[in-house]
Nanobody, 126 residues
Framework: QLQLVESGGGLVQPGGSLRLSCAAS????????IGWFRQAPGKEREGVSC????????NYADSVKGRFTISRDNAKNTVYLQMNNLKPEDTAVYYC???????????????????WGQGTQVTVSS
């Protein structure tokens, strides 16, 4: 069974940091570009970041550039999202998803992802 599992969410104060992980089971992540998405209550899901299958290309939403860093360790079959200087508007459920291993997929922020995790809650509040 192909599965993505997110972890690392939680409650953090503004200005704090969290690192999310996206682990795969049933398949190897190195065959896919991996994206991170988020959805806040009452809002549409938005793409946060996407990384190519080898890790050589990345893409970020303007709202997180300079604060979030996506990376991957294919040996551990895991993709990470390091989130620094968190703001209350970053509060959302964060999902990872697997897309085609192409440059176009990364440029499109992995919007055509076919495999999705269940999400992890990130809450930024004082």
């Amino acid at each position: 069974q192909l599965q993505l599992v997110e972890s690392g969410g939680g409650l953090v104060q503004p200005g704090g940091s969290l690192r999310l992980s996206c682990a795969a089971s049933g398949f190897t992540l190195d065959a896919y570009a991996i994206g991170w998405f988020r959805q806040a209550p009452g809002k549409e899901r938005e793409g946060v970041s996407c990384i190519g299958s080898s890790g050589g290309s990345t893409n970020y939403a303007d709202s997180v550039k300079g604060r979030f860093t996506i990376s991957r360790d294919n040996a551990k079959n895991t993709v990470y999202l390091q989130m620094n200087n968190l703001k209350p508007e970053d509060t959302a459920v964060y999902y990872c998803a697997a897309d085609r291993p192409t440059t176009e997929a990364v440029q499109a922020m992995c919007v055509m992802s076919t495999y999705w995790g269940q999400g992890t809650q990130v809450t930024v509040s004082s």
